[in-house]
């Protein structure tokens, strides 16, 4: 059974870093395709980053492009999210999302989801 847990949400004035885990069960995260996702209230769910099979590079909204880094840790199962130079517009749920493929950049695609996190950025 997979499962993703996501944790490091919080509250951060603008300018500010938060860092965001997920970590997996039931799957091995550096072999697959690894997304963060986020929610606003009253918008779609949007894709942030996409990791595939490790490679950190795979993918950057432009919105997050220069702020937003992902890693992992093999030896954790862990994907992160590293958010600096946070924006008000930033304030979302992020979900941790995988699958065994990286072809597609949006959520209804991706069957494994995490609960989510709440980022909350004010001005």
């Known amino acids: 059974q997979v499962a993703l847990e996501e944790s490091g949400g919080g509250s951060v004035e603008a300018g500010g870093s938060l860092r965001l885990s997920c970590t997996g069960s039931?799957?091995?995260?550096?072999?697959?395709?690894a997304n963060w996702f986020r929610q606003a209230p009253g918008k779609e769910r949007e894709i942030v980053a996409q990791?595939?099979?490790?490679?950190?590079?795979?993918y950057y909204a432009d919105s997050v492009e220069g702020r937003f880094t992902l890693s992992q840790d093999s030896s954790k199962n862990t994907v992160y999210l590293q958010m600096n130079d946070l924006k008000p517009d930033d304030t979302a749920v992020y979900y941790c999302?995988?699958?065994?493929?990286?072809?597609?950049?949006?959520?209804?695609?991706?069957?494994?989801w995490g609960q989510g996190t709440q980022v909350t950025v004010s001005s």
């Open positions: 039931g799957i091995t995260l550096n072999s697959v395709c």
């Open positions: 990791m595939f099979r490790g490679i950190a590079t795979s």
């Open positions: 999302a995988a699958d065994y493929s990286c072809r597609s950049l949006i959520a209804a695609d991706f069957r494994y």
